[in-house]
């Protein structure tokens, strides 16, 4: 009923997708034909699971219901690693008495919360899927292709398009989904999300409920890192900056792309201090000129930027750096 999930996730165009879906053929892999998903996504008035840092739905798929949450974890540079707690359900309605006491912060009133709890936004999607054997792992893929929607779809409340690809570890090693999403890169059209579909909808949702708010500008990022800081700390720091002026620069920010500019000086100011240190990074180190230069283009647009091959190869190599130091 529980597990830990680590997962990656990568934003795909419309137009990328036959060409992925080629490559995931091509590997040793048992595939499930497309299946229509629905989700309900609930909270109280307070976001008091929010706060707790939880995400709780009911998942509908072929007359079948499952109750999930999601409970506090951490991300590493964009992989994804959440404790995850599943039991089936007779109906779509939620039941918090089924899931184990432990997860509940103390003194949690779950009838009271359960009272609460209303249904905040949904999802709708048909996901295609494919469990792949890659290296010492079995990495499940699957493509999701929907729409998420504010409050009750049938209401014509505001909506925002999912369509994505997803690597799950199953069993092995997360060296091996940061080794398939490079070999999936070797075109264009993939990015690195960090959002999950739950954070897409509270953002929908708040965007929604605050609309007459002006848009909050991305807060200035610091000219200097502190280099004396440990690569286990500077890494995620980076990374982190990077996905959030990326988030920025794609939602019509300009001060993004300049505090991107600023993220791959830190890149190549890394690289020369932690030179002798180094794995095998030629890679970053012929990448990072290319992408200066796109940024640095009077024209280049975050869309085809962001959407890059190299950013995302880039990204990966950054993202595996960190993983060797965290071992």
Same mark, same amino acid.
């Given at each position: 009923m529980s597990s830990v999930e680590i997962e990656?996730?990568?934003s795909v165009q419309p137009d990328a997708i036959p060409a992925v879906r080629q490559q995931l053929f091509q590997f040793p892999h048992d595939y499930t034909s497309p299946q229509h998903l629905t989700n309900s996504y609930f909270e109280t008035p307070d976001n008091q699971l929010r706060r707790w840092d939880m995400g709780l739905r009911i998942r509908g798929c072929n007359g079948h219901y499952e109750m999930t949450i999601k409970t506090a974890g951490k991300v590493m540079g964009g992989l994804h690693q959440r404790p995850e707690f599943n039991v089936p359900l007779p109906q779509p309605e939620l039941d918090l008495t089924r899931f184990p006491n432990a997860i509940w912060p103390?003194?949690?009133d779950l009838v009271q919360l359960q009272t609460q709890l209303t249904a905040l936004f949904s999802t709708d999607f048909n996901r295609e899927k494919w469990l792949i054997t890659y290296?010492?792992?079995e990495i499940e893929v699957v493509l999701d292709q929907g729409t998420i929607f504010s409050g009750n779809k049938k209401s014509g409340d505001q909506a925002a398009p999912i369509c994505e690809f997803e690597l799950e570890l199953k069993q092995g090693n997360v060296a091996d989904i940061l080794s398939l999403a490079n070999q999936l890169a070797s075109q264009n059209g993939l990015r690195l999300a960090n959002k999950s579909k739950a954070a897409r909808g509270y953002a929908l949702v708040y965007s929604v409920s605050h609309d007459a708010l002006p848009k909050m500008a991305l807060p200035k990022i610091p000219e200097e890192l502190d280099w004396q800081q440990p690569l286990s700390v500077l890494l995620p720091e980076i990374l982190a900056q990077w996905q959030e002026q990326e988030e920025g620069w794609l939602a019509g920010l300009p001060?993004?792309?300049?505090?991107?500019a600023q993220v791959f000086q830190w890149i190549i100011t890394l690289i020369e201090k932690q030179a002798e240190r $180094?794995? !095998?990074l030629d890679l970053l180190t012929d990448l990072l000129p290319e992408l200066k230069a796109?940024?640095?283009?009077s024209g280049s647009g975050a869309e085809n930027v962001s959407y890059s091959s190299s950013w995302l190869q880039c990204k990966l190599a950054l993202m595996?750096? $960190?993983? !060797?130091?965290s071992r």
């Amino acid at each position: 009923m529980s597990s830990v999930e680590i997962e990656l996730k990568l934003s795909v165009q419309p137009d990328a997708i036959p060409a992925v879906r080629q490559q995931l053929f091509q590997f040793p892999h048992d595939y499930t034909s497309p299946q229509h998903l629905t989700n309900s996504y609930f909270e109280t008035p307070d976001n008091q699971l929010r706060r707790w840092d939880m995400g709780l739905r009911i998942r509908g798929c072929n007359g079948h219901y499952e109750m999930t949450i999601k409970t506090a974890g951490k991300v590493m540079g964009g992989l994804h690693q959440r404790p995850e707690f599943n039991v089936p359900l007779p109906q779509p309605e939620l039941d918090l008495t089924r899931f184990p006491n432990a997860i509940w912060p103390e003194n949690t009133d779950l009838v009271q919360l359960q009272t609460q709890l209303t249904a905040l936004f949904s999802t709708d999607f048909n996901r295609e899927k494919w469990l792949i054997t890659y290296g010492e792992s079995e990495i499940e893929v699957v493509l999701d292709q929907g729409t998420i929607f504010s409050g009750n779809k049938k209401s014509g409340d505001q909506a925002a398009p999912i369509c994505e690809f997803e690597l799950e570890l199953k069993q092995g090693n997360v060296a091996d989904i940061l080794s398939l999403a490079n070999q999936l890169a070797s075109q264009n059209g993939l990015r690195l999300a960090n959002k999950s579909k739950a954070a897409r909808g509270y953002a929908l949702v708040y965007s929604v409920s605050h609309d007459a708010l002006p848009k909050m500008a991305l807060p200035k990022i610091p000219e200097e890192l502190d280099w004396q800081q440990p690569l286990s700390v500077l890494l995620p720091e980076i990374l982190a900056q990077w996905q959030e002026q990326e988030e920025g620069w794609l939602a019509g920010l300009p001060e993004g792309k300049t505090g991107l500019a600023q993220v791959f000086q830190w890149i190549i100011t890394l690289i020369e201090k932690q030179a002798e240190r $180094l794995p !095998v990074l030629d890679l970053l180190t012929d990448l990072l000129p290319e992408l200066k230069a796109a940024l640095s283009m009077s024209g280049s647009g975050a869309e085809n930027v962001s959407y890059s091959s190299s950013w995302l190869q880039c990204k990966l190599a950054l993202m595996q750096w $960190l993983l !060797v130091q965290s071992r």
